[in-house]
């Protein structure tokens, strides 16, 4: 939180530094190309190994085609896309993810709002409490919302999914928000105000607007985060889970499966991978507003 | 919470206070109510309700039907795998944060003098858009046993090849018991004598392509003469026995020892025959050599019991270090570039403003890096179920990752389960007293 004031993301070269310079720094040059070599090898590999035929992605390393390219073939993106399994998992995954997207950046922007700029009892206690849970690991909760799901028979259901994940990105998002929205000039509320808008106007017709960086960055923070989600999903649903926790199984038997599990895993990074690439700046920008999840 | 209704009744056009309309009390509370509403339900419903059940639940036997007090702690702390999952926690803690930490300070300064740095940037900050169960399945098909599938002991095995080449003949074993294990001919021999270096277990296409039919050795007077062949024909033959169609085996090393010591050492020729001349009185014996047999190299076992954690923490390096370097890089490029020429003008090298000026100024950064990775860590999961092959989840396992073992494997512990993650919810409260603290500075 230190950090809070950065603003720029950083992703820029240095104009000012000249061509020589730039030379005497071989050996820099030398050792972070090494570095992006070494960072995309696992990545590559993982790619790679999901266009071998299953024969040849089980027997042997992935990196053996380069003298074979012929060997390349999408027959196993093919397979997993005619998998029921997966293709429903698929279709989980997106779900909870919009979901579990737009329902705490909702709730969180009406409860960042009121801790932001509605005088009330009591809400400096209300924002600790918010900070406080911002910690609370997914792990103290499984079991009791394990046992509530079972009698509410929310076990096993998108919308069980969607609230899990929702509850727990709110901590992050009030404050994340809380704390942008509590940078809004005083002037502009109060202009507002005499003006004679509603709380509720203010809110639609003010803040939320100048507060769409930092929903933006949340937005894409909460796509990612639940997109890639293993233990929420594995514990609280069985048949209509998202995609990390139906390939679990597949697990068991590593090594004879790379055709099905590879596909499946890159196919499952692509999304976030793409919205990532593409929203970066946002993406960076809500890690340094608040970099603590 | 200054009293806003005794001001509302005198409304001042020019300077209105916040919130100025006139209403009553419970209207005024209402208010906020209406908007903090959705959000105290969830968090109330989802969190600080299960929090505080998972604590009592603690108290309670596995099934919930019996007040156990302490006994689940008890087990806690008597489980042999529980304090796995401890030490594994203390490992975790204290290399993972630290080492992205420092890398990701390394990388920040060092990449602002690159040309190419956004291009470096996002490939190494895009891990962290992968889910971590994929990042486990990279990982897992990285470490790979065989050499010839895991891409990082493939690249181990190319280092160790130019140290140590594997022998012809990795799998070859003795034909009978004239040949013991070591390959040694157990008849003593003297001048004269014949070794018979019988050999089985190797496979048609590894007998070198110049072998020819292997022929029983003349007794030569003043040498010792042998031949060594793959004693193996279609149908089997008679061990120890040179027949037809079995072929000598060209190119092997044949050590002569006296005493257990070498004295000599030839090299089969095409028909795997050998002579050791100059030999005068007895008491030799015929060894093929065991670099002959020297194994290839079987890979690094990273998924072993051993090595699991480290491994799982490389993997973790891999998603987390791009994080660091750009969170730290953004805090580097709000330092004034002129007290970093200051220092250097007064003639401070390099590491100087390194060590003196640019690490101080990002301590806070630095910070919430590293508490940033230390809260992650104690929360891991899915590295372990990803990368840990079942056999040895009992050496991978973490108290969050035990936590829902107990939980929900087959055992549905809950009572054990939920003292785990009380347990677990301990190691957090620093946490969350340094979070609270830090927000509180900031306002």
């Known amino acids: 939180m230190a950090v809070a004031e950065v603003r720029q993301p950083a992703l820029r070269a240095d104009p000012s530094e000249s061509i020589g310079h730039r030379i005497a720094n071989a050996p820099i040059n030398l050792f972070l190309l090494l570095i992006g070599i070494l960072w995309l090898i696992p990545a590559a590999g993982l790619f790679v190994t999901s266009l071998l035929p299953p024969a040849v992605a089980n027997a042997t390393g992935w990196w053996h085609v380069f003298s074979k390219p012929s060997e390349l073939t999408w027959s196993n993106y093919n397979h997993i896309f005619h998998n029921s399994a997966i293709t429903h998992a698929l279709v989980v995954t997106a779900e909870v993810t919009i979901g579990a997207t737009i329902l705490p950046i909702l709730i969180a922007s009406l409860a960042a709002y009121a801790l932001a700029w509605i005088e009330f009892p009591g809400r400096d206690y209300a924002f600790v409490i918010v900070v406080g849970l911002m910690v609370v690991p997914i792990q103290m909760a499984l079991i009791p919302i394990f046992s509530l799901y079972n009698t509410l028979n929310l076990y096993d259901t998108v919308l069980g999914l969607i609230l899990f994940h929702t509850a727990f990105a709110l901590p992050f998002a009030i404050f994340l928000l809380r704390n942008f929205f509590a940078g809004i000039p005083r002037d502009l509320m109060e202009a507002a105000r005499i003006d004679g808008a509603s709380e509720w106007r203010l809110f639609f017709k003010v803040v939320l607007p100048l507060g769409l960086p930092a929903i933006a960055a949340l937005a894409i923070f909460q796509v990612l985060f639940v997109w890639n989600d293993f233990l929420v999903g594995f514990t609280l649903a069985q048949d209509n889970t998202p995609i990390a926790p139906a390939l679990a199984g597949q697990l068991r038997q590593f090594g004879t499966n790379l055709d099905v599990i590879a596909p499946a895993s890159f196919f499952s990074a692509v999304i976030p991978l793409t919205i990532f690439v593409l929203f970066q700046r946002y993406f960076v920008q809500g890690l340094l507003a608040g970099s603590v999840k | 919470m200054t009293s806003t209704s005794v001001r509302a009744e005198f409304p001042d056009p020019v300077r209105t206070p916040p919130a100025p309309r006139p209403v009553s009390r419970a209207r005024s509370l209402l ?11 969830l968090l109330i419903v989802w969190m600080i309700y299960p929090a505080l059940r998972t604590v009592a639940r603690s108290f309670w036997n596995d099934r919930g039907n019996k ?29 993972a944060p630290l080492t992205v930490t420092l890398l990701g300070l390394v990388l920040a300064v060092l990449i602002e003098r690159i040309a190419w740095q956004s291009a470096l940037k996002v490939i190494l900050f895009m891990p962290l858009a992968i889910s971590l169960f994929a990042v486990g399945v990279i990982w897992r098909i990285m470490y790979l046993q065989e050499p010839d599938k895991g891409a990082i002991n493939a690249g181990l095995n190319a280092i160790h090849d130019v140290v140590k080449e594997p022998g012809v003949l990795p799998r070859a074993e003795p034909s009978s018991p004239a ?52 004693d193996f024909s279609p149908g089997g033959g008679k061990p120890g026995v040179v027949e037809k ?51 290839p190299w079987g890979g690094v076992q990273w998924l072993g019991s051993k090595l699991i954690t480290p ?16 969170v730290i890089g953004a805090g580097l490029s709000a330092i004034p570039r002129d007290v970093l020429e200051a220092a250097r003008t007064d003639g401070a090298t390099e590491f100087q403003v390194f060590r003196r000026v640019t690490v101080p100024l990002l301590m806070p950064v630095l910070t919430v890096v590293f508490v940033t990775q230390m809260i992650g860590v104690l929360k891991i999961f899915d590295i372990i179920y990803a990368i840990a092959p079942g056999s040895v989840q009992n050496d991978a396992t973490t108290l969050a990752f035990e936590m829902w073992k107990r939980s929900f494997l087959g055992a549905n512990a809950f009572g054990f389960g939920a003292a785990i993650a009380s347990f677990l919810m301990l190691l957090f409260v620093p946490f969350l007293i340094y979070q609270v603290r830090s927000q509180r500075r900031n306002n």
Not at chain 2, 67 to 94: G, M, P
């Open chain 2, 311 to 326: 491994a799982m923490i490389i993997a973790f390096l891999w998603t987390a270090v791009g994080f660091a370097m750009v």
């Open chain 2, 31 to 41: 208010l906020p109510a209406s908007f903090l509403g959705p959000a105290a339900v």
């Open chain 2, 179 to 230: 040949v013991n294990s070591r390959f040694v001919y157990t008849k003593q021999l003297g001048s004269g004598g014949t070794a018979l270096l019988g050999l089985t277990a190797i496979s048609p296409q590894n007998v070198p392509s110049d072998a020819e039919q292997a022929e029983t050795p003349q007794s030569k007077q003043g040498a010792i003469t042998g031949v060594v062949w793959r």
């Open chain 2, 67 to 95: 007040f156990v007090w302490f006994q689940n702690y008890d087990r806690l702390f008597s489980d042999s795998v529980i304090h796995t999952a401890i030490k594994n926690n203390v490992i975790w803690i204290a290399v």
């Open chain 2, 245 to 295: 169609g079995e072929l000598g085996i060209p190119g092997v090393t044949v050590s002569l020892l006296k005493d257990g010591k070498k004295t000599d050492s030839t090299t089969t020729d095409t028909k795997g025959a050998f002579t050791f001349d100059g030999v005068s009185g007895s008491g030799y014996q015929a060894q093929i050599a065991p670099a002959t047999f020297a194994q």
